[in-house]
């Protein structure tokens, strides 16, 4: 069956750590990819996305991703992270085969002062 | 500014009764989606549409149904509402054919059933 994994579903760390969030996906063919973050009580809002071109992608307030076709990975990295990046973060994937997106079960992140 | 809005923001309803969840969009997009949002589940979907008239099942679809009239809206109901559809209900948008484009998502509904 087709998903999409997300190995940590909470992560703790302090101000001015690296973060880097996995995520695999089993689908095979052409994918779109995208981070969606979830601040507390709100909406979901595009941090990046990936449909062609440089595998290396950045988005908003620092965070980049890279896709890395072979092993069916898009890693979500930011080198400093701050205490306002503390949120919900979610791994989605659109496949051609599917059609439709297809979310992680989210990595809740929280960034400690 | 275009946006994506829904109501009610929060919703306590009981067991047997109909609910319906309103999602308007102000984007003139054709695509539009229901997802819930469970812990551990990340968002499902529920169901969606590619243009007025046109509905579609996604992958958690049993007990709920959703009709679309006009391009700006798409109504969820919950024919009759269980414990189970206790959740946080979000709706979205796209703008290109097929929905393959980047999802535009509202707020959120927190449904209850008591």
């Known amino acids: 069956a087709q998903s999409v994994s997300q190995h940590n579903h909470h992560v703790i760390l302090s101000e001015a750590a690296s973060l880097e969030l996995g995520c695999n996906y089993s689908y095979g063919g052409t994918v779109n990819l995208f981070w969606y973050v979830q601040y507390p009580g709100q909406h979901l809002q595009l941090l990046l996305k990936y449909f062609s071109g440089d595998p290396l992608v950045k988005g908003i307030k620092g965070f980049e991703a890279e896709f890395i076709k072979s092993k069916f990975s898009f890693n979500l990295r930011k080198p400093s992270v701050q205490w306002s990046d503390t949120a919900e973060y979610f791994c989605a994937v659109k496949s051609s085969s599917w059609g439709k997106l297809q979310f992680g079960a989210g990595t809740q992140v929280v960034v400690t002062p | 500014d275009a946006e994506i809005t829904q109501s009610p923001r929060h919703k306590i309803t009981e067991t047997g009764r109909q609910v319906t969840l309103a999602c308007h969009q102000t984007?003139?997009?054709?695509?539009m989606f229901w997802y819930r949002q469970d812990l551990g589940h990340g968002l499902r979907l529920i169901h969606y549409s590619y243009g007025v008239q046109d509905t579609n099942k996604g992958e958690v679809s049993d007990g709920y149904s959703v009709s679309r009239s006009n391009t700006e809206d798409l109504p969820l109901t919950l024919e009759s509402a269980a414990s189970s559809q206790t959740s946080v209900y979000f709706c979205?948008?796209?703008?290109?054919?097929?929905?393959?484009?980047?999802?535009?998502f509202g707020p959120g509904t927190r449904l209850t059933v008591l």
């Open positions: 979205a948008s796209s703008g290109l054919a097929g929905g393959t484009d980047t999802q535009y």
């Open positions: 984007w003139n997009h054709n695509n």
